[in-house]
């Protein structure tokens, strides 16, 4: 795989221009064509295979045989759809439709061949093999979203973003995923970058003049747009717990001593028949996980092994596995069983369990489960409950939906204003790492420390920026992003 790195520097004589300069180890990728089948693998009604490159639409039209009048590189139109067939060595293969998006207004701004044929995994691989036969060569994971960060159609960001936008499980991920990719996130790290650029060209260009000891940045106002790049950053840093349980799930544990109707609530909730039911202790053994989507969030319930003093090691195994999935869960649910719960039980609870309750990254529900089991709720719990608490049957399925509108209220509560969300853990710890530099720019100001040195923190906080959009990146980054992609995106 071809990768580039662009390098950022600034021009001190014009204070608002930046020159990226890209360095191509290899012109290898302008050079080639690439295929892949862009459908997820299998048969179905229909598949499409996506070709990009020079040699993409001389390559198509030597196999394609319109139904109507012929089709050349002359008259062909770009973003219309030709109905005909492939046919090579004599044979037609299959009845396709073909469309070309002319470079540079295509997905990777270079020419596009998309043909969409029958969903046949024989026919699939057939085009693929005659497309090899033909000089093209087969596609990397995630190579043409990588040629439309190369080719400046997208930034880094956005190729996160279509990563995201493919693997949204839900209404709120979708979302995220569209605004990054749409290119909300880097519009707000490139202002970021463009508030810091001008006054950096200045301190830069100090560096130029030192022996005349002149200052051409005004330090109050620099040390006045800092502190707002240092909130902007903040407040950046601090929607990652947000946007990280969006992207990936929010996790919630269902936490209780054994037979209190752990297993069954998660039934219930999933509606479904996920864990094993029974009235004997110590029935989970492992954590049980299963993901739903709830009011447009995506939660990933986790059911764990009942808590209690054993000997049992596969059981103790299971306990100290339950402790684990409370530590990564964003919301806890200690069930127990009302039926038998008194006040000492509660009080026990809440001692236990205080320092996950205190947690402000967690929030710690009671549910009081198996109330078919009363006549009506013993009213020395209300009293003594400090806690939010909700009364169900989940062998009956009686106000699950209570306790579903109470997740997605407090994750709605949680969530952050700000139409920008950061869900990428790489983007957050970009951002912390301009946040510290910014803080040390910040602190060699208050002590007057030498030009120079607040250059050096000014410089790192633009490259740490920098890699969130690409401006400065790695091959090894690179690989790493593009390669989780599917083949043919």
Do not use: W
């Amino acid at each position: 795989m071809v990768l580039i790195i662009k390098y950022n520097s600034i021009f001190v004589n014009d204070i608002q221009n930046e020159l990226v300069m890209a360095h191509f180890p290899s012109s290898a990728y302008k050079n080639d064509t690439i295929c892949a089948i862009a459908t997820p693998p299998g048969s179905g009604a229909v598949a499409i295979l996506r070709l990009s490159g020079k040699d993409s639409l001389s390559s198509a039209l030597k196999l394609f045989e319109a139904a109507a009048s012929p089709v050349t590189p002359e008259n062909i139109r770009s973003h219309h759809l030709y109905f005909g067939k492939v046919v090579f060595k004599g044979e037609v293969v299959d009845e396709v439709l073909l469309s070309y998006f002319k470079a540079p207004h295509s997905y990777t701004a270079e020419d596009v061949i998309e043909i969409s044929c029958h969903g046949s995994e024989f026919i699939q691989q057939k085009l693929i093999e005659i497309f090899l036969q033909l000089g093209i060569r087969f596609a990397e994971p995630g190579e043409f979203t990588m040629r439309a960060f190369l080719n400046g159609r997208l930034d880094l960001s956005q190729a996160e973003g279509v990563a995201d936008l493919i693997a949204s499980q839900s209404v709120t991920a979708h979302r995220l995923a569209m605004n990054q990719m749409r290119g909300g996130f880097s519009t707000k790290i490139n202002e970021l970058r463009e508030k810091l650029v001008g006054f950096a060209a200045l301190i830069e260009l100090e560096l130029d003049f030192s022996e005349e000891d002149v200052e051409f940045a005004n330090r109050s106002q620099f040390s006045k747009l800092i502190r707002e790049i240092e909130s902007e950053l903040t407040l950046l840093i601090d929607s990652f717990k947000v946007g990280n349980v969006i992207r990936k799930g929010i996790p919630v544990a269902i936490i209780g001593k054994p037979n209190a109707g752990k297993s069954t609530l998660l039934n219930a909730i999933l509606n479904e028949e996920k864990a094993i039911v029974s009235e004997i202790p110590g029935t989970t053994r492992d954590a049980i996980e299963d993901t739903i989507v709830i009011g447009g969030y995506n939660f990933r319930f986790i059911d764990t092994a009942g808590l209690r003093a054993t000997e049992e090691t596969i059981e103790t195994m299971g306990i100290e596995k339950t402790y684990d999935k409370i530590n990564e869960a964003s919301l806890i649910l200690y069930t127990c069983d009302i039926s038998e719960t008194d006040d000492q039980a509660i009080e026990e609870i809440l001692e236990e369990f205080k320092h996950y309750i205190e947690d402000e990254n967690k929030h710690f529900i009671l549910v009081g489960n198996k109330i078919d089991m009363l006549s009506e709720i013993p009213p020395h719990l209300k009293e003594i409950l400090n806690l939010e608490t909700i009364f169900v049957s989940a062998k009956r399925k009686e106000n699950i939906h209570l306790l579903a509108e109470t997740l997605v209220a407090r994750v709605k509560k949680e969530s952050i204003s700000n139409d920008v969300i950061v869900s990428n853990s790489r983007h957050y710890e970009a951002l912390q790492l301009a946040l510290e530099a910014i803080e040390a720019v910040e602190r060699a100001f208050e002590n007057n420390l030498p030009t120079d040195l607040i250059a050096i923190d000014i410089r790192q906080a633009l490259h740490n920026l920098g890699t969130i959009t690409g401006e400065v990146t790695t091959n090894e980054v690179l690989d790493t992003i593009f390669s989780k992609f599917c083949i043919g995106k």
